[in-house]
Structures are given as structure tokens and as C-alpha cells.
């Protein structure tokens, strides 16, 4: 039986040095490693599971998305496929880059400390960005009907000025504005610093 080669391209190979698996990465084999779908579906499933799994339930699951049906309804061929193409490729591939680890012996996975270099270049619902429309928007509406309530008359707005609650509007406003600023440059702050760790 041949076996199979585990180790990245020559040109990426000398990319992943000792000194990158702690710092950082190279974009060339970020891509590398993004470019194979079963690759980007270990990182999906270790980012929901969020703590150590084994292989055979990684394998299963990934086995189940591709075959689109429940983990029940595979067949041995089709979980053994996928689980030798994790256990003989991807998986040391993925662990020589310092993007999971990868106990071969006792088939434990987990993600490790360049996994977020590669979080950031897919489309997880864990990762998408907040919406911060529908927070202006639900402000505005309820901003809305607050004045208008005052300045027809509805009770129990008639107890406090049109200018109050305009001005408590206004200053609604300003605390989401702000928390929006505050929110966006944590965000910036952290995407520069993976950026900084991608040659």
C-alpha cells in the first residue's frame, strides 16, 4: 500500500516554520489550507464544538454534510473515506500549520493558536458581524412613537414634556453610537492584530 504524502507543497513547505506556528502565517498557505472543503468543515465543526473531539466524530459528521443525509444513514465506506482522508492528510496538514491539534495516537482534535488566522476568512454564523441597523432601526421606531405619543396626547406620555422624551431619544441615540464606536475599533484592533501575524 503507497503511502500518502501529508506534507504541504514545496513552495509553501519552507513557509511554515517553527517561528510561524507560534506568530503567524503566510497568506500563501492560509489559502493552501482554505482551498480544500473538508478542511474549511473541520475548522466549522471544531469552531462549534468548541473543545476537543475525536476523530471518529469528525469524521462521521463531515461524512454526513458531504453524503447530505444523518450520521445514522451512513454506510462504513462512506465514514471510513472521509476518516482516512483526515486522519493520513488533512488533519497533519492542518496540524503542522498550527491550525489544530492533532493527537494522532489518540485521535483527539482541537482547534489551536493560528486557528483564528483562518476564522476570519470564512462565513460562520458564530463570526458574522452584529447588525447594528436593526438596533438603530428598533431605536428609531420606538424613538418614533414615543414623541408621537407626547405630542398627540396619549397617556401616560402626557406626564412627561415633549422635550423630555426628545431629548431622551436623542440621547438613546448617542449611547448606541457610541457603544457602536467602542464595539468597531475592539473589532479593528482585533483583525489588524491577525493581520499583523499573516505575511
Known amino acids: 500500500m503507497s503511502s500518502i504524502d501529508t506534507s504541504l507543497p514545496d513552495e509553501l513547505?519552507?513557509?511554515?516554520?517553527?517561528?510561524?506556528?507560534?506568530?503567524?502565517?503566510?497568506?500563501d498557505v492560509i489559502f493552501e489550507l482554505l482551498k480544500n472543503r473538508r478542511r474549511r468543515e473541520v475548522l466549522a465543526y471544531l469552531l462549534e464544538a468548541d473543545d476537543t473531539v475525536t476523530l471518529g466524530e469528525l469524521a462521521e459528521q463531515i461524512a454526513a454534510w458531504e453524503?447530505?443525509?444523518?450520521?445514522?444513514?451512513?454506510?462504513?465506506?462512506?465514514?471510513?473515506?472521509?476518516?482516512?482522508?483526515?486522519y493520513q492528510t488533512h488533519l497533519p496538514?492542518?496540524?503542522?500549520?498550527?491550525?489544530?491539534?492533532?493527537?494522532?495516537?489518540?485521535?483527539?482534535?482541537?482547534?489551536?493558536d493560528n486557528a483564528d488566522l483562518l476564522m476570519m476568512y470564512l462565513d460562520t454564523d458564530t463570526h458574522k458581524q452584529d447588525r447594528w441597523d436593526r438596533w438603530y432601526a428598533g431605536l428609531s421606531v420606538v424613538g418614533a412613537m414615543?414623541?408621537?405619543?407626547?405630542v398627540l396626547g396619549v397617556p401616560p406620555m402626557t406626564a412627561v414634556p415633549t422635550a423630555s422624551i426628545a431629548g431622551g431619544v436623542v440621547a438613546?441615540?448617542?449611547?448606541?453610537?457610541?457603544?457602536?464606536?467602542?464595539?468597531?475599533?475592539?473589532?479593528?484592533?482585533?483583525?489588524?492584530?491577525?493581520l499583523s501575524r499573516i505575511d
Do not use: C, P, W
Open 67 to 86: 453524503n447530505d443525509t444523518d450520521i445514522n444513514a451512513l454506510s462504513s465506506d462512506q465514514r471510513k473515506r472521509v476518516y482516512v482522508a483526515l
Open 172 to 194: 438613546a441615540f448617542l449611547v448606541l453610537s457610541l457603544v457602536h464606536v467602542i464595539t468597531n475599533r475592539k473589532r479593528e484592533r482585533s483583525v489588524d492584530g491577525k
Open 93 to 112: 496538514k492542518m496540524d503542522d500549520a498550527g491550525i489544530v491539534e492533532y493527537d494522532q495516537d489518540r485521535g483527539l482534535i482541537a482547534l489551536a
Open 146 to 150: 414615543s414623541v408621537s405619543a407626547a
Open 13 to 27: 513547505a519552507s513557509s511554515v516554520s517553527e517561528t510561524e506556528r507560534d506568530d503567524g502565517l503566510s497568506k
